[in-house]
């Protein structure tokens, strides 16, 4: 396949908008669904725990009338204990959700390795540069949207991709020339 066959010009050096990519791919647009309702999730369970721990504190306020007070001071620190427990465990589950989230573009990046290293060669690109790196281009190099198309036709919305793992070569693609260069996977931006 040559560069005019996908639609743009050859170039050895290439750009792509990750931020886009994210944003218009059906992997990128299923993470962000999936943070979102994982977070939904997240803030209903602590709204349930706010009123069961609410109603728990003021029964334990009208029991204080019936009971002595060590019976009611180890009732108090019990109940502190769990609600320190409750925070911690929920700090934790708001940590992993935003981490879990930041790590996603990098997600969408292993998945979409293979493809981007075809669509390098199909264009005959020697490097893909981040295009918030680059202060003046062509727009002809930016080959963002052809990403996005290829990703979604060969991955969809990842849903059983293993980031990484090799996707399918796009139907009636050409198998890479043997230079020395070919066969050179390039190494992802850190």
Partial sequence: MTAQDVGTVQSEILVLDPD?????????????DQYQAERDALIAN?????AELRAEEQALTEARKTMTPQAFRAEAD????????????NDRRARDLERGRELAPLTLMRMAEPILVQLMRDTGGKIILDNRQVLLRADV??????AVARIDAQIGDGSGVEPGAEAAPEEGA?????????????????
């Fill in 46 to 50: 602590n709204r349930e725990l706010e």
């Fill in 174 to 190: 050409e198998a890479p020339e043997d230079t020395p260069d070919a066969d050179a996977a390039p190494k992802p931006a850190e």
């Fill in 20 to 32: 886009r990519l994210f944003a218009e791919t059906l992997v990128g647009q299923r993470l962000t």
């Fill in 78 to 89: 019990a109940f502190d204990e769990r609600v320190r427990s409750i925070r911690a465990e």
């Fill in 141 to 146: 190099i930016d080959i963002t949207s052809l």
